[in-house]
């Protein structure tokens, strides 16, 4: 079985734990809808959805008949 050669104290630990913490994610308003989303994604504003304050997909106009 493997076993540590020598004990690893809580600093040596705690150091290379440093790189696990989860990162914030970058929120940025648009500047088109005011819309707050996640930065270099694509997100649904009023049916439409939206990158980069421009139109991707139009909103599904409802037809009264």
Known sequence: ???PK???SKQRKRKRRTHLAAAMPQITICK???EAH???RAYWHEGAMYYRGQVVIP???ILEG
């Open 1 to 3: 079985m493997a076993h």
């Open 32 to 34: 088109t809808t005011g």
């Open 38 to 40: 996640p930065m270099h």
């Open 6 to 8: 020598s004990r690893v």
């Open 59 to 61: 909103a599904e106009e």
